[in-house]
């Protein structure tokens, strides 16, 4: 989970004029004010910087950038001065007032070169990127200055992972890069709520009637199985970018909260087919990322083994799919996250196996032995519920120790830090079949078979629907 990089930004010398110039914007005399604008139906972004008083600065943007940008200038006394480029930046000259610099952002140009959702991309013939994207930055001795930012979208739809009010964004110079991703164009942008919390859909591609009901649907049953797992929906709001897929059903999504709002790609065709949406696991997938903060790389297997634990029990406890089903999957499915024997623990082995079917091994143990512990009183589930409730979700990074730890806190025991220890550094467990036999379930001739007498087996008749 990246912070967005800076992409560059063209100027608008040759946009003088009072028709399509950008409005000089106003911010506190020591801050920076930036008032961007969108032209040509989105193809391009004209942008006005004002500076303080005070010697000359340094503007800059990434090098990556540099094919974009047609022509940076000083605006003074009506007239453009076109800034020199000296090392990669462009000079704006020292003065005794305010200064104003404006520029033009090729914005389609970019989107079709870099294709970075983060960053900037094409996605069903609209703009996403990060806001950070359109901005010429300070190279040195003003990071710690204010900002304020205001986007003026015209006819088009501008949508952003994070709201803007009428003052726009304010921030330090310094947390630029953490401004949030955005989409614009001429998308359909649709509400559903969560509860207290509200999902932003941007469907990027125009869809049938029918199929935005569908879609809509589709989502509000999800977040409906969130509200059910863990009380509320983990996240204020979120930004549900729908893209075009190019397969004929729905085939990968992505989540991401760190750099500005929490936001999730999924690719959906345009002609799915009600029963493909019935039968998705994408997105329940990715919605599980949003209840737990973002973690170090090498913790990857706790974000991603959570994800794959629960996402088949939050659409059996939603009735699309069967207990059986769900154990099925698990007694064929995570085998794949045993390591070798000489082997890492789950933050050595970054492999796909262990980074998937590992982290829900370990979810897996810590749900069984959690229930055993308590007899049932307590679960995965109430520690998922503590974490996000302390304001642990996809938007925070935090240490995976406060993790584990205020995940057993809320379950009054010490599962979660035992269960780390244990497996971090080392190869654990070794084999699966002993956890399968004291739960009571196995796989004879295709399909599933329990055992009510196994020791455990009232932990697996609560484990998937939680009754």
């Not at 120790?401 to 497996?423: I, K, P, Q, S």
């Amino acid at each position: 989970m990246r912070c967005p990089t800076h992409l560059r930004a063209a100027a608008c010398a040759l946009l003088l004029g009072s028709a399509c110039s950008v409005p000089a914007p106003s911010a506190r005399d020591d801050g920076w004010a930036y008032r961007v604008a969108l032209r040509d139906d989105g193809a391009a972004l004209e942008g006005r910087l004002t500076l303080p008083a005070g010697a000359q600065q340094r503007v800059t943007v990434a090098a990556a950038a540099t094919p974009f940008l047609d022509d940076v200038a000083a605006l003074a006394n009506g007239a453009a001065q076109r800034l020199p480029s000296v090392a990669g930046a462009f000079v704006v000259p020292a003065a005794a007032q305010r200064r104003d610099v404006r520029w033009r952002f090729r914005a389609r140009d970019a989107s079709v070169a870099i294709d970075d959702i983060e960053v900037a991309a094409r996605r069903g013939g609209q703009f996403v990127g990060s806001l950070g994207a359109f901005l010429l930055q300070p190279v040195d001795g003003a990071e710690d200055l204010p900002f304020t930012l205001q986007v003026d979208a015209g006819p088009l739809t501008f949508l952003c992972a994070v709201p803007t009010t009428a003052a726009g964004w304010t921030g330090r110079l310094q947390d630029l890069a953490l401004l949030p991703p955005c989409t614009f164009g001429t998308f359909a942008h649709r509400t559903v709520t969560a509860g207290a919390a509200v999902i932003e859909v941007a469907d990027l591609s125009p869809r049938r009637a029918a199929g935005a009901r569908d879609l809509d649907a589709w989502v509000g049953e999800a977040a409906a199985a969130m509200r059910d797992y863990w009380g509320v929906f983990p996240v204020p709001r979120l930004l549900l970018m729908v893209t075009p897929g190019l397969r004929p059903t729905i085939t990968g999504g992505s989540a991401r909260g760190l750099g500005g709002g929490a936001r999730i790609f999924v690719d959906v065709p345009l002609r799915v087919r009600a029963d493909d949406l019935r039968g998705d696991w994408v997105l329940f997938h990715e919605m599980v990322h949003l209840a737990l903060p973002s973690l170090a790389p090498q913790h990857h297997w706790l974000e991603e083994g959570s994800a794959v634990y629960l996402e088949p029990l939050l659409q059996a406890r939603a009735g699309r799919v069967r207990e059986h089903d769900v154990w099925q999957s698990m007694l064929e499915d995570y085998p794949q996250g045993l390591a070798a024997a000489d082997a890492g623990g789950l933050d050595d082995d970054a492999s796909w196996g262990r980074t998937y079917y590992g982290g829900a091994i370990f979810c897996l143990r810590a749900d069984v032995e959690i229930r055993r512990l308590t007899d049932n009183r307590r679960s995965l589930r109430d520690a998922m519920r503590g974490i996000v409730a302390a304001g642990g979700n996809i938007s925070a990074m935090w240490p995976i120790e406060d993790v584990l730890r205020t995940g057993d806190e809320a379950t009054g025991t010490t599962v979660l830090r035992d269960l780390y220890a244990a497996m971090r550094a080392a190869p654990e467990p070794r084999e699966l079949q002993s956890l399968w036999r004291e739960l009571g379930v196995r796989l004879g001739s295709g399909h599933v078979v329990f055992d009510d007498s196994a020791p455990l087996a009232a932990v697996r008749r609560a484990l998937v629907l939680g009754r």
